[in-house]
């Protein structure tokens, strides 16, 4: 019992179990029917649900930036959340992901502008296309799709909107095993 406990608190301190880089980048639809593009980069640090034999099971921290085309405002955006995970890894072919997120979306070369707040849920199959599974640190890349819907916000003269993205997801990632 307490060594499990000291390996919890191990993971807590240092955020091992389940490190994260990831570029996004995929088209947009919003509640009215205009279509965008958006790409993002995010550094992820997580931990693992199971300490008994090798993990699969990791809660995962995200944070993410990024930008492109918001076709309500039709001006550039730049993109900023902050993500909260559940990482299902099936060795040796793939993760699944979910989660929800929270942002906000400016329009930096307008004067005055207010920010929207963002609201979301997330889910990835991403499968794995290479990893060297020998030691009890798994690194990974994967590559695949990423569903996202999102409710958007800003204040009572603007007018709210969902938006649905399907963006191609590669990820580096860094898996505490422990086996």
């Known amino acids: 019992m307490g060594r499990a406990v000291l390996v919890v608190l191990a993971g807590l301190a240092c955020g091992c179990g389940a490190s994260t880089v990831r570029v996004a980048v995929g088209p947009t639809l919003d509640s009215a029917a205009r279509v965008g593009v958006e790409s993002t980069f995010s550094i992820g640090i997580g931990w693992p649900l199971d300490f008994h034999g090798r993990s699969h099971h990791f809660v ?7 930008g492109g085309l918001d076709r309500q405002a039709e001006r550039p955006v730049v993109v900023a959340s902050g993500e909260l995970d559940y990482i299902y890894w099936g060795e040796p072919k793939l993760d699944v992901r979910f989660g929800m997120h929270v942002g906000l979306r400016m329009l930096p070369d307008t004067q005055g502008a207010p920010d929207s ?6 889910a990835a199959v991403l499968p794995i296309v290479l990893t060297w599974p020998s030691s009890w640190m798994v690194p990974q890349i994967v590559l695949g799709p990423e569903l996202r819907a999102e409710y958007v916000w800003t204040d009572a003269t603007h007018p709210s909107r969902a938006i649905v993205s399907l963006p191609l997801v590669i990820e580096g990632n860094l898996l505490a095993a422990g086996d």
Do not use: S
């Open 117 to 122: 707040h963002v609201f979301g849920a997330h």
């Open 60 to 66: 995962q921290a995200r944070g993410a930036v990024g």
